[in-house]
């Protein structure tokens, strides 16, 4: 069985990402991302930290706005509107979960399409849905085809079962993939166990982003299929895994992503090629 590890994945992404920096850097055009956090959640602060790590290596500038916990809607609204008009941040990034008295979708919503570079709003959601290229696409949702992409394996044609319907994963990869002609069926949470296991063990390709270990295990899978893992979860002893089992399921399958390994480098990776392509693309509306 192939191991379709990210790494490799990433570092094609990372050497394109540098390669647009110098050139926008060599016109004056410096890329930047802006983080917006909420709060000082342990597990944004490693994010952020991680992202701006990452950002730096690549030549592109980090932009911080940190705001209190409780600071209302409206003042979160009125920042984003700051860094919406600030013609030097060419892509903005938002710690989610907000806090809770907040209305998330509210907020999201404000955040300029052109600016986007994770997919949360409404408008780039709806430009994967009518096939319009509004936006971007969620970076999540678009390392699962990018990965299928790098390691030559086709969708075109193939059948695919997607695990989840989330608007960050579910429902844009499912868009994404009938976009290249793939046949897409959607489970989730409702769908029968029965049914689940038979759908995917009918499919080519099998995409599980449920967020629940063991979603995926031998009973659901066919000689030759791959398994991406999107699934980021915690056992018992704290070691992360993805929603595969996979010493039951790796057995049949001809390709799988591992947890950790997989998806995350290639998730952060398109985040910062986003900036680069939103840098180039206002320098040249601009």
């Given at each position: 069985m192939e191991i379709l590890k990210g790494k490799p994945v990433a570092d094609r992404?990372?050497?394109?990402?540098t390669a647009k920096a110098d050139e926008l850097l060599a016109r004056d055009?410096?890329?930047?991302?802006?983080?917006?956090?909420?709060?000082?959640?342990?597990?944004?602060?490693?994010?952020?930290?991680?992202?701006?790590?990452?950002a730096n290596s690549l030549g592109?500038?980090?932009?911080?706005?940190i705001m209190d916990e409780k600071s209302t809607e409206d003042e979160v609204i009125e920042v984003l509107k700051v860094m919406n008009e600030d013609s030097n941040i060419h892509g903005i990034l938002i710690f989610r979960p907000l806090p809770s008295h907040m209305d998330e979708d509210r907020v999201r919503n404000h955040i300029a399409v052109e600016k986007d570079i994770d997919g949360i709003s409404d408008a780039s959601v709806g430009g994967l849905f009518t096939g319009n290229k509004t936006g971007f696409p969620p970076c999540t949702a678009e390392a699962a085809v990018v990965?299928?992409?790098?390691?030559?394996?086709?969708?075109?044609?193939?059948?695919?079962?997607v695990i989840g319907r989330s608007l960050v994963v579910g429902k844009p990869l499912a868009m994404m993939l009938l976009e290249r002609n793939a046949t897409v069926t959607i489970c989730h949470s409702k769908t029968p166990e029965d049914a689940m296991i038979e759908y995917c063990r009918q499919s080519d390709i099998i995409i599980s982003a449920a967020g629940k270990i063991g979603t995926v295990d031998a009973r659901h899978v066919s000689k030759g299929q791959v398994i991406v893992d999107v699934g980021i979860n915690f056992d018992d002893d704290g070691k992360m895994c993805g929603?595969?089992?996979?010493?039951?399921?790796?057995?049949?399958a001809a390709a799988l992503t591992p947890v950790p390994g997989g998806m995350g480098?290639?998730?952060?990776?398109?985040?910062?090629?986003?900036?680069?392509?939103?840098?180039?693309?206002?320098?040249?509306?601009?």
């Open positions: 992404i990372k050497e394109y990402i055009v410096v890329p930047t991302l802006g983080i917006l956090r909420v709060g000082s959640s342990e597990s944004d602060i490693a994010y952020e930290n991680s992202a701006v790590k990452t592109i500038h980090v932009e911080k706005y990965i299928l992409d790098h390691f030559k394996i086709p969708v075109e044609g193939k059948r695919v079962t929603d595969v089992t996979l010493d039951e399921s790796c057995e049949d480098s290639v998730t952060t990776a398109l985040l910062m090629y986003h900036v680069t392509e939103a840098a180039q693309a206002q320098h040249h509306k601009g």
